[in-house]
């Protein structure tokens, strides 16, 4: 694999933040992501960019602001985009291609500011690492709300990019909002959770080193455990990273697939490979086309500086917001899958159909899902079941491993629960979403 031809240019607050890396505190490490390359500056589109006051609970001091295109669509789609260190909303305004690309589209954009000194996003603390917690979360939530009340924007598509600080807030908010957020992307970011300190110096020098491993299901259950009792749909994820990047190493992209692979209860062997253009290797879970559970691209000998023109395209393409209007869904897969289940004061058994409603027929399945949160499967049959809890994956038996077309089979198990007995809603069939009811 040959060194991409479309790496950026560093910008021009590259030399300077290498000299303040060099004499100051760790903290300020984040800041070596400088503004986009002056390439991937769009020409201003013709609506203006505004700030906005007062849009709600906004415990950090956050700073709001907003492009709303001359060409906005009724109930628009929104996306927030995240600034990296020592940037701010009016440069991610300008450096990157979203405004533009809202032009085109007739989405709304939001561009949240962080206020404290380096201009990073809390991304560490405990009050971040929960919903409602407090923090910057919370006020990017409250810009969302803002949004949809007064421009009637579409609750269900609601999206968020970022990069650097802003990848892995990106990370935090489809964590702590899982409702909210319909997907997001993350140019060099870190997993959810990866940054936590409880010191308050909202820089963690092990995660930026690449350093910090957990187990997929320990990746998953940090996210789950910042909402905890929810079990409905999780955001879709797109991830972008360096190989040499010096920032936040490349050991986190890794990470990052093992904590979203998990939370969308797909396997952690792509669905497909490919090469969008020299030097990248894309690789999809739980699905094969644009809109899959998990994207991630690898760009090879690229640092942390990453993002360039042409990319925010690729990001709408993920989201679906290539197009006006409502994004198409995830096509679906070729399996349905109906659950019924009996439940009493602290446990329940469910019944799981599986019909194979392809054209060729199933040798060995895999069957994906995520319990709700206080289930912990206690036995089952027609399949076995790992982990107890969490993202579930049931295998086939020995006996039931063949799915001719339109054959369906029968499995269950009895788990416990904390007071949610409800079913899962969502499923995969050897990584690939399945319809449900």
Request: aromatic share 8%; net charge neutral; hydrophobic share 40%.
């Amino acid at each position: 694999m040959h060194p991409t031809p479309h790496t950026p240019a560093r910008g021009p607050l590259r030399p300077l933040l290498a000299a303040l890396l060099a004499a100051l505190a760790p903290l300020l490490a984040a800041a070596a992501l400088a503004a986009p390359p002056a390439a991937a500056r769009a020409q201003a589109p013709a609506a203006a960019l505004t700030e906005v006051t007062d849009f709600g609970a906004n415990p950090s001091n956050l700073r709001m602001h907003l492009y709303v295109p001359d060409s906005v669509t009724e109930n628009p789609a929104v996306l927030v985009a995240v600034h990296y260190c020592t940037g701010s909303g009016p440069a991610m305004y300008s450096g990157t291609e979203y405004a533009s690309l809202a032009d085109r589209y007739g989405f709304i954009v939001v561009y949240p500011s962080a206020t404290r000194a380096g201009k990073c996003f809390d991304v560490s603390s405990p009050q971040a690492l929960r919903r409602g917690g407090g923090s910057d979360p919370v006020g990017i939530r409250s810009m969302v709300d803002w949004v949809v009340r007064a421009h009637g924007a579409d609750t269900g598509r609601i999206f968020a990019t970022g990069i650097s600080s802003g990848a892995m807030m990106t990370n935090v908010l489809l964590g702590n909002y899982p409702d909210v957020f319909a997907a997001g992307a993350a140019f060099a970011g870190v997993p959810f959770g990866c940054f936590a300190t409880t010191d308050g110096s909202e820089w963690n020098s092990a995660c930026a080193g690449g350093t910090v491993t957990r187990t997929p299901q320990q990746w998953g259950d940090l996210v789950r455990g910042s909402y905890p009792g929810y079990s409905g749909p999780r955001p879709r994820m797109q991830l972008w990273h360096g190989t040499q990047d010096d920032v936040l190493r490349y050991p986190n992209f890794g990470e990052e697939i093992e904590q979203w692979t998990n939370v969308h209860g797909v396997g952690q062997v792509p669905a497909a490979t490919d090469t969008p253009q020299p030097g990248w290797t894309r690789t999809r879970y739980g699905g094969t086309g644009d809109r899959a559970p998990v994207e991630a691209i690898s760009l090879q000998g690229v640092g942390h500086n990453l993002y360039a023109p042409g990319m925010g395209a690729r990001v709408l393409a993920f989201f679906g917001l290539d197009a006006p209007g409502p994004a198409p869904q995830p096509p679906a897969g070729a399996c349905r899958v109906t659950v019924a289940t009996n439940a009493w004061s602290t446990g329940l058994t469910a019944s799981v159909t599986i019909t194979n409603t392809g054209t060729a027929t199933v040798n060995g399945w895999k069957l994906g899902f995520t319990l709700p949160a206080g289930q912990i499967v206690t036995g089952g049959w027609g399949a076995t079941y790992t982990p107890a809890s969490g993202a579930v994956t049931a295998t086939n038996a020995a006996y039931n491993g063949t799915l001719a077309p339109n054959a369906s089979v029968t499995v269950g198990y009895q788990a416990s629960h904390t007071g949610d007995s409800t079913a899962p809603r969502a499923f995969t069939l050897n990584g690939t979403a399945c319809t449900t009811g």
